[in-house]
């Protein structure tokens, strides 16, 4: 059974940093695609940022710069690290994984939620002014 486990969620002011990190236990496919997505009240959820098993990562262009993702695949997690943090950050953060189904030339599909087949339960991020 796949569980995703995030952790790291806080409150900080703006021009912070924050590590999310996410324990993906019983994730064992050597094809994958693991993803940070975020959702705040009102608002879709949005991918930002994604880490390939062939160690390709995408950012989305809003934390360019800010944020970066990586893993660490002995111990089965995956991190996201957030820094100069602004208050349009604060939301929901969901750590999700693929199912391997989608084609090696492509392991994160469209980066869509539709694509990952696990999710962890979130993780709050608040930033204040």
């Known amino acids: 059974q796949v569980m995703l486990a995030e952790s790291g969620g806080d409150s900080v002011q703006a021009g912070g940093s924050l590590r999310l990190s996410c324990v993906a236990s019983?994730?064992?496919?050597?094809?994958?695609?693991l993803a940070w997505f975020r959702q705040s009240p009102g608002k879709d959820r949005e991918g930002v940022a994604y880490i390939e098993s062939n160690g390709r990562t995408r950012i989305v262009d809003s934390v360019k710069g800010r944020f970066t993702i990586s893993e660490d695949s002995a111990a089965n997690t995956f991190y996201l690290q957030m820094n100069s943090l602004k208050p349009e950050d604060s939301a929901m953060y969901y750590c999700?994984?693929?199912?391997?189904?989608?084609?090696?030339?492509?392991?994160?599909?469209?980066?869509?939620?539709?694509?990952?087949?696990?999710w962890g339960r979130g993780t709050q991020v608040s930033v204040s002014a």
């Open positions: 019983g994730y064992t496919y050597s094809r994958y695609c």
């Open positions: 999700a994984a693929t199912l391997p189904t989608l084609p090696p030339d492509n392991l994160c599909g469209g980066g869509y939620q539709r694509d990952f087949g696990y």
